[in-house]
């Protein structure tokens, strides 16, 4: 096997997190072809936690994926906290027609709220608008929050809101606000490793889950937690590199049942890439192409 260290910087700061660093590993897949995998864990994950992530590397770099059962995969955009016209322009890039709204971060509700509608009126009624308060709320808080964020989705012209992803911190808070609202819940950060999401289920804490492919120890895995659960999926990135999202793609390619836009759309928050042309969506969607490695 090679290893190759990369480090990329973020166009836009995402929660903290300025760049993305890691190590590319290239394996053989078992028809004989070159095969990567990217091992990329956030700072603050725990040795135990970051083994998952090397796993998932070491699934892709060894070509174990699943056969995929369709060819390509829709995929949302993502606004971050930016003025309503700017995050507009933004949720209907690269022919998406859902967009993920960044909710409950350093501007008020009023913001988020205006946000959200200016999002809804650009993708027009057959859109779907879906926020992510990253666990910011209390329950108290969260209700009220969507109720008026609801309302300015559908002030914007479509259904209302597609879900709410990890409105509060534990999967006990998401139960509760899920028994408040009539707003879908999605647990992500709640089910960052298979255990996660056996609690998020027996709590009744979730419409949703958001699966990551590499925090989870790969496709497989994924796959294991989709069979074991009748509850759709969202699949996510963990804001890799083209070839760490590679992964994630190839987990929804796989699933038998994808209801929901994919949040893969991540690379175009990247000022650069591991691959000479990234994985980005067109048309609204994405799929697996062979990739250039060029760190
Ligand atoms: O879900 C998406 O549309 C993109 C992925 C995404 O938003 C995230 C990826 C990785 C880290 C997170 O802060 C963030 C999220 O909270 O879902
Ligand atoms: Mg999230």
Not at 190 to 216: F, N, T
Request: charged content about 25%; some cysteine; overall charge negative.
């Amino acid at each position: 096997m090679e290893f190759r260290p990369f480090r990329v910087p973020l166009s836009t700061r995402f929660r903290g997190v300025t760049e993305r660093s890691g190590v590319l590993v290239r394996g053989t897949a078992p028809d004989g072809s070159d095969a990567w995998g990217e091992y990329s864990p956030f700072a603050d994950y725990t040795p135990d936690r970051a083994s998952r992530w090397w796993a998932a590397a070491m699934e892709a770099a060894n070509g174990l994926w699943p056969a995929a059962v369709r060819d390509s995969v829709p995929v949302n955009s993502i606004v971050p906290e930016l003025p309503a016209g700017r995050a507009a322009q933004l949720a209907v890039a690269n022919g998406c027609t859902t967009a993920k709204v960044k909710v409950a971060g350093t501007v008020s509700l009023k913001d988020d709220v205006r946000r959200v509608e200016a999002v809804a009126r650009a993708l027009g009624p057959a859109g779907r608008v879906r926020v992510d308060a990253n666990g910011a709320w209390d329950v108290d808080t969260a209700v009220r929050s969507l109720k008026e964020l609801d309302a300015a989705a559908r002030a914007g012209g479509g259904g209302g809101l597609e879900y709410v992803e990890q409105p509060c911190r534990t999967a006990a808070e998401l139960a509760e606000v899920r028994r408040r609202t009539h707003v879908l819940v999605a647990a992500d950060e709640s089910v960052r490793i298979p255990g996660d999401a056996d609690e998020v289920m027996r709590l009744g804490a979730a419409d949703i889950l958001v699966l990551k492919a590499a925090p989870m120890g790969g496709v497989r895995v994924c796959l294991d937690v989709v069979d074991r659960y009748d509850v759709p999926i969202v699949v996510s990135s963990a804001m890799e590199s083209s070839v760490g999202l590679a992964a994630g793609l190839a987990l929804a390619l796989a699933v038998d049942h994808l209801p929901y836009a994919c949040g893969l759309g991540t690379s175009a928050l990247l000022a650069a890439d591991t691959v000479s042309e990234p994985l980005v969506p067109v048309d609204g969607e994405m799929r697996l192409r062979p990739l250039e490695v060029i760190v």
